[in-house]
């Protein structure tokens, strides 16, 4: 997966494609420097936020790709962005692709 710089249309396609099916509350969003995505998650208990985050976090370990999150009992915020490229990379759309599927298994 590469880690080169997306442009603004391929940021775009890519958060379309994220957030089709999902209301547009709860999607992803561009940071409003343009260099992130943001997405706010909720579970219904911290069980469920924790196996959310650790099912996230074996695909993090697979891609070596990492989130900037935090968790607060049944929340967690996520923000992804690639340090290296200075903003957004296939690979944020991967993990957060990964992250949606991962809100099903929770
Ligand atoms: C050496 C290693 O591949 C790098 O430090 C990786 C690890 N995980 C990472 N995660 C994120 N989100 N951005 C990075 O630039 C990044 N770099």
Redesign the pocket.
Known sequence: MS?KRLDEHEVAAGLAALNAGLDPEAGWSLDADGLSIIRAFRFKSFEEAFAFMTQSALV?ARI?????WSNSYNRVHVR??????KGLTA??LE?AAAMNAAVRLA
């Open positions: 880690r993090c070596d790709h990492h989130p900037d992804l962005t690639t340090h290296s490229a690979l944020d993990l």
